[in-house]
């Protein structure tokens, strides 16, 4: 994806194999760092922590997705716990005892979690989570700016406009609330900028870079990469039907690019991937029906509700949930990026970029096309990947995201032409891009509160009750796709203790591997469930006991605990009649089983 910089207003060209055609002057060679970079650098991080700042400010909250954080936490948790602890970054048996977790076929984020193990160690995985999601949303914007400044555009400027739309993007935003392996692309540049070099020389070293660099993004997330991989072969087929002559010259090398980065990334990848598909705990499918996540045509020029514009409800009508608002731009940006590809067509690059953002979006909308709510039955290209296998599993929504760099990409050309002066009437394209980018202003993402740990647990009573090879039992024991206390709380103990389930994705049993949400449910987390959601104390008798001493041996554990109890509770009460009254403990209330277990 490199270019030399023109000296004219000669069209820059972007191969498929990232060349372009010999130019007979170049300008002097500019410096690869200037100050400017390191203000435009400190912007990008300064927003991403006014994004995060309410939690920052306010410790007992979670975002709006409070499920998704006490997920990532934990992750981030566990990988310092491996890192720490030299154990296996694969898999844990801290949850969901005593089968554990396939940690490689959930979004385990490893490649976040790793290198922040100070951090994590040091302040606890709240504040672990939080510096990955600035890191995830600035980094992704500077990488994306390094890549403009240097290879696409010649203004600063315009690299900061196109990096803040590809980084900060209302698609983006909504993700990192909840979905760290959707927010952490600050690699997709840097393998674009690897597999679409423009030079010829240094194809192993170039290969070898490639492999690493996939091999990191399999750890960051595995989604992002496919549809990395995706939007770049769409990419570069819509560029060789552009300029086919730059496209057989440069063919070989690319291939031969790709194949040495395929040999490193299979290497490196060979047994986590195995593990992922065939290891403890793999499953196959997924818990939900991905087809039922797809975009509302409306969406496209619509407010996200994380937007200074932005209508919460209408949003909540047009997308799938919070975090899978993708694809709102507002009424301006879709009409600037139609304006920059009609008046720069000529450049193939920017043919290319169109094809591949209308290919896209048109893939978010799912099988059949929706708009403004109403189903119009008109079949949508996401038809032809539904049967595809590996594809049929992603979210239709996300396609989206790859109209983020396309939309990102376009805007900074266009400030690049306005900047260089190749633009006459320069006032109406800026405030063209301002009209555009205003309204999408991201603000600080929501906050909901959110029950504290029980100080018996953040303490470390609990270890009184539970013995090592014992665990404790949340309650209510969570079931399926619920909020999963038992994570939370191991997340803030730093994995002090084993619970069972969890919210993960894992098999419906030992000999069915179809994926469901969460372990198994055993019929005392269920009884207890009912209870949560009806406020009655269900009908408890001789059976039901039988059955919670064998669900408790099943689970190991030693000790329950409920946090924020009151006597009045039917969850607690539940509990009382199953296995005996209990204790009120520091934060909550607590029932020794160890007597009923032997």
Known sequence: MGVGRPDTDRPVRLTTAAAVRPVTARPAPEPRWRPVDALVVAGYVALAVLLTADQWRRPDRLFHQAGDQMLFEWMLARAARAVTGGENPLHSAALNVPHGVNLMANTSVLGLGVPLTPVTVAFGSQVAFLVAVALSLAGT?????????????????????GGLCCGFAP???????????????????????????????RVRRDGVLLGLAVAYQVFLGEEVLVFLALAAGVLAGAYALA?????????????????????????????????????????????????GYRLDLAS?????????????????????????????????????????????????????????????????????????????????????????????????ARFALVCVPVAGVLLALAVDRVRRGAVRAWAP???????????????????????????????????????????????????GAAASPAMFWSARTGLAFDAPGGYFIGPRSATDPTARWGAPDRPTALLLRRAAETGQVPPVGDAERRQAVADLRHWRAAALVQADSSPADPVRATVDALVGPGRDVAGGHLWDVRPLLG
């Open 300 to 396: 496209f020029t619509a407010a996200a509700r994380q937007t200074v514009a932005g209508d919460g409800h209408r949003a909540g009508l047009l997308s799938p949930n919070p975090t899978e608002q993708n694809s709102f731009f507002g009424p301006f940006l879709p009409l600037l990026a139609l304006l920059v590809v009609v008046r720069l067509w000529r450049r193939p690059l920017v043919r290319a970029l169109a094809a591949c953002g209308l290919l896209f979006a048109a893939l978010s909308l799912g099988a059949t096309v929706v708009v403004n709510r109403h189903d119009t039955g008109l079949p949508g290209p996401y038809r032809l990947l539904a049967g595809v296998p590996l594809l049929d599993l992603v979210v239709p």
């Open 141 to 161: 914007a500077t990488a994306w700016y390094a890549l403009l400044a240097r290879r696409l555009v010649r203004s600063r400027a315009a690299a900061a406009v």
């Open 429 to 479: 394209w800026a405030g063209a891009v301002a009209a555009a980018l205003l309204p999408l202003a991201p603000t600080p993402i929501r906050t909901v509160p959110v029950t504290p740990v029980p100080a018996v647990v953040a303490g470390g009573g609990w270890r009184a009750y539970v013995p090592p090879g014992r665990t404790l039992v949340p309650v209510p024991p969570v079931t």
């Open 171 to 201: 698609g983006m935003v909504a993700q990192a609330g909840a979905h760290l392996h959707m927010a952490a692309q600050f690699l997709v540049p840097v393998i674009l900028a690897l597999v679409f070099r423009p030079a010829t020389d």
């Open 243 to 291: 300029d086919r002559a730059a496209a057989r010259r440069l063919a070989p090398v690319v291939a031969r690019r790709l194949g040495v980065g395929a040999a490193v990334a299979g290497v490196l990848l060979a047994y986590p991937l195995w593990f992922q598909f065939f290891g403890p705990g793999h499953y196959t499918g997924m818990p939900f029906h991905t087809r």
